[in-house]
């Protein structure tokens, strides 16, 4: 059976240029970048090579900028904790909502040591509450980190408007640009953002390496305390090969986030969408359907559960995912469609597909085909159906 | 992803016994859409043997509590209700093969079903929907009460506030709970079973002195001391003589004026209503 992978928001296979990039520095050039010695530049060059693709990828003025980690997650982490042991007399954070938990659990976290949290919300559509945020802010904001689109709805968030008001009020801003990469072109040097995060295998590098923006003179501590590496920003012996693909990556991920692959992706994506929605009843999509990237759609199907479509999904080799609470550790549906205001009903039937460039309209009408009926069965079998249209 | 055994996927795919029997005898129903898993239960039962001569379901859920639900019918089909309502959790997931931890509590739902069903058919057949006692729920997010949460405990051999909210989802979304769920645990665990049912039958004199000072100490605990905790004080055990018990004030109970009042007017009638009318406290 043929793999039809609509589920690239969690992640992505690793590219052949990728792979074909980093495989030397397995088992060739295997020197440690700090060493002295000519097989040691080589992996230092390298290195300082991935930093600048990584630099034209989001629009940085300097590589320096870029420090490299092993996740995203890392990212996050090194993020908020370096703004508020920055500004110790701050003790006020802003976030929103619907952040990823490598996100909301340091705030949760900071949170029991004293610090006031707002946690900004979103409406019906999930679109930023603008005015709820603006109240919030104040002098006393150490930091506002904010994610730039959402990895369930694909929503994207205004971060050039959030990020200077929170300048304006002298807070850092920091944003989770994960889900961002490679969507849409970036270009973090014309714009008031001190921090952003970003993970390989998001686009196309392995899993296991990130990397974090940090904007010239922006005040920072490190999180990983030990050697010299990252110009002490970052202490542990750098992920060379891994470092190389992420270098890689970010290359091809510049050149997709400004050609025509984009538009061709939305296209096939809004495909999917109407016809989702036309065809199944008591569905509905979640997310503002104007502000959003090119690669995502998330609906949700009434009274039934999301881990049993997509378990009936994989008799077809298709890959989605749920915000169902069933599919995760966690026992409740998703924080985002909650803080969305989606009804129970709704909540736990929720479906994400998320393209990527190779998508084809062959496999998007593959679901058409297939997940009405799956709805339909669900419901047969669902003691609620008799509330369904 | 779930390692589901190919059990639990023959039953998800292919349900067996979907839908409500015509008529039924005994409607049992459990779960909200609020909660992410509901499950209604319905049989045709002989009245005169009180065999399940029919049970057919209709579940919203995940593919385990789907399977949980069909393998259910399958296991009461044919049972008279009473061997039925023996069936435990466990029961149902060792039909399944086994079920993932974190799934255990859709085996948990096919078990209350099948409580409320049997509740329903006593009661003549009215639908019964599966009800937590609602003065002692402990998880607020769930509906989930301290007797469900000790049941689940015994019945699974739990030791973790982990495994109990896989169990019985308690604690699995606020998380406030998960303190008062660590209490529940080491009470349980602490004294695996109670010696209200240990020894119900024994009259306290019967009981030899280790077994007296382990009821006597238990009754402290859990009715006694949190009591005068509040106040800033405690009581301790100090000996027992056949039917008498003395005990030491301690704390801001030492010094208390109402101290007398304290040892016959509170300790002493907890202690005679919880264990003997004959016992007789007094100071050490």
């Known amino acids: ?63 320096d900028e870029i420090i490299f980690t092993s996740c995203a997650t890392e990212s996050d982490n090194t993020a908020i904790f370096s703004a508020v042991r920055s500004f110790p007399q701050k003790k006020h954070i802003i976030t929103s909502a619907v ?26 559509q999930g679109r930023f509450n603008m005015e709820q945020y603006k109240a919030a802010l104040d002098d006393n904001t150490a930091l506002v980190s904010v994610m730039w689109a959402n990895s369930e709805t694909g929503t994207l968030f205004p971060i050039p408007e959030i990020a200077a008001l929170a300048k304006a009020h002298g807070a850092l801003f920091h944003t989770d640009a994960v ?52 110009r002490t920003r970052r202490g542990g012996t750098e992920n060379v090969p891994y470092i190389v693909a992420l270098g890689k990556a970010a290359e091809l991920a ?29 569905s509905k ?59 129970f009903k709704f909540a736990h039937g929720s479906v994400r597909f998320s393209l990527s460039e190779s998508t084809t309209q062959e496999e998007v009408d593959k679901v058409l085909e297939v997940l009405p009926g799956i709805i339909e069965n669900l419901r047969k079998i669902s003691p609620f159906s008799r509330f369904a249209k | 992803m779930w390692d589901y055994t190919d059990k639990v996927m023959d039953h998800f795919r292919h349900p067996r016994n979907v839908g409500a029997v015509e008529n039924a005898d005994a409607t049992g129903q459990v779960g909200s859409l609020v909660c992410g898993d509901a499950l209604k239960l319905t049989l045709k039962i002989n009245k005169e043997t009180e065999v399940i001569e029919d049970a057919k379901f209709e579940t919203f859920g995940c593919a385990s509590a789907i399977a949980s639900s069909s393998v259910l019918t399958e296991m009461i089909k044919g049972k008279t209700l009473s061997d039925a ?53 402990v998880c607020h997010c769930f509906n989930v009460s301290e007797e469900a949460i000790i049941k689940a405990i015994r019945t699974n051999h739990l030791t973790s506030v982990e495994e109990v909210t896989f169990y019985t989802k308690a604690g699995g979304a606020c998380g406030k709970c998960k303190g008062e769920i660590q209490k529940i645990l080491d009470k349980v665990n602490s004294c695996a079973v109670p010696a209200t049912e240990q020894n119900a039958d024994k009259k306290f ?6 077994e007296k000072i382990k009821r006597l100490e238990q009754v402290l605990e859990e009715d006694v001391r949190p009591q005068l905790n509040m106040d800033g004080g405690s009581v301790e055990l100090v000996d027992v003589n056949g039917l008498n018990v003395k005990v030491r004030l301690v704390g801001m109970c030492s010094g208390c004026l109402a101290a007398d009042a304290t040892l016959k007017g509170f300790i002493e009638r907890v202690l005679k209503e919880k264990i003997d009318p004959a016992i007789t406290v007094e100071k050490a």
């Open chain 1, 1 to 63: 059976m043929k793999l039809i992978y609509l589920d690239n928001n969690a992640t992505t296979p690793v590219l052949p240029e990728v792979f074909e990039a980093m495989q030397p520095y397995f088992m060739e050039k295997y020197g440690n970048a700090s060493s002295m010695y000519p097989l040691a530049a080589e992996s230092h060059r390298a290195m300082e090579k991935a930093r600048e693709q990584v630099a034209g990828l989001i629009g940085a003025a300097h590589a």
């Open chain 1, 99 to 124: 952040e990823h938990p490598a996100i909301m659990h340091p705030y949760q976290y900071l949170e029991t040591q004293g610090y006031k949290v707002d946690y900004i919300g979103v409406d019906a």
């Open chain 1, 179 to 230: 889900q961002v990469i490679g969507k849409m072109p970036l270009d973090v040097k014309s714009l008031p953002i001190d921090m952003l995060s970003l993970s390989g295998h998001k686009f196309n590098a392995p899993k296991g390496v990130g990397a974090l923006y940090v904007k010239r003179a922006t005040r920072f501590t490190g999180y990983l305390m030990g050697g010299h590496q990252e």
């Open chain 1, 254 to 282: 510049q050149k997709r986030a400004s050609g025509s692959a984009l538009s061709k992706m939305a296209a096939l994506r809004d495909r999917l969408q109407e016809g989702l929605l036309k065809a199944i009843p008591d």
């Open chain 1, 285 to 343: 999509l979640n997310g503002d359907p104007e502000h959003r990237v090119p690669n995502t759609v998330n609906i949700s199907f009434g009274y039934v559960e999301g881990e049993a479509i997509l378990m009936h999904l994989n008799e077809y080799g298709i890959c989605a995912s749920s915000g169902s609470a069933c599919t995760s550790g966690s026992l409740e549906p998703s924080h985002v469609l909650r803080a969305m205001g989606v009804d």
């Open chain 2, 85 to 137: 309502a023996k069936i435990t959790n466990q029961d149902i997931a060792d039909e399944l093969g086994s079920l993932p931890a974190e799934k255990m509590h859709c085996s948990v739902m096919g078990m209350e079903a099948l409580e409320a069903a049997v509740q329903s058919y006593r009661q003549g057949g009215k639908p019964v929907v599966f009800e937590q006692e609602a003065e002692k729920i």
């Open chain 2, 205 to 210: 004199a019967d009981l030899t002195i280790v």
